[in-house]
Every structure is written in C-alpha cells, then in structure tokens.
C-alpha cells in the first residue's frame, strides 16, 4: 500500500506542500530552535488549500501506524521519511543540484512533521 501511495503522491501534478510554500518548508528547516521550527511547520500547514492539508493529516496518521509496527516492516519514521519526504515535497525547479541540496530538507522535515 505504501508503494502505491508514494506513487500516487508523485504522479500528483500539485505536490501534497504545494509548490507555492516550497521554499518556506524548506527554510523551517533552517530554525535551529525546535520550538519555533515546529511552530513554522504547524503554520504552514495551515496556509495548505482544505483538501491538502485534510490529506495531510490522513497520511501521517497512516504513516504513523506503519511506523507503530517497524519491529515487523522495518520502516521508522525516520525510513518513511526518506521514502515520503522528496515525494511530499517537491521544487518546481527541475534542477538536480536543487533535488539533491533539498533532498535531506525535505526528510527532515517529515519527521519534523511527525513530531509536531
């Protein structure tokens, strides 16, 4: 089920975090204080149109159930973050030098999320 959905979220035209707050997710990754980067995210994700945000929150709760059992999947939410997270989040820009600077962004903030 995770395989499809990771392909269904990458095959969507609109990112789930929307290209229009690409660069803001990336920068809350930047806030080296815990408290206000989470606070940054939880903004942002209400700044995120009804329907992704709803989304939003019905695939952490997945993620995280999947998460719950990585004693039997071996899949961590820091795992699922590295799976998730380039396909969650994604630039506009098609360049690979941006891909690769954001990819390690883009896991934490998943896991960032998972806290929050």
Not at 10 to 34: C, G, K, M, N, S
Not at 53 to 62: C, G, M
Not at 69 to 95: E, H, Q
């Amino acid at each position: 089920i995770s395989s499809m959905l990771k392909l269904y979220f990458r095959e969507l035209q609109v990112p789930l975090l929307t290209f229009d707050l690409y660069d803001e997710w990336i920068a809350t990754q930047h806030i080296t204080e815990e408290k206000k980067r989470i606070q940054s995210v939880r903004q942002l994700v209400s700044a995120l149109p009804e329907n992704h945000r709803s989304t939003l929150q019905f695939l952490i709760a997945f993620l995280r159930e999947i998460a719950a059992n990585s004693s039997n999947n071996k899949m961590t939410s820091s795992n699922l973050s590295v799976v998730f997270g380039p396909t969650l989040c994604r630039s506009k820009r098609d360049d690979p030098l941006v891909i690769f600077r954001d990819m390690r962004y883009q896991y934490c903030l998943l896991y960032t999320s998972d806290a929050a």
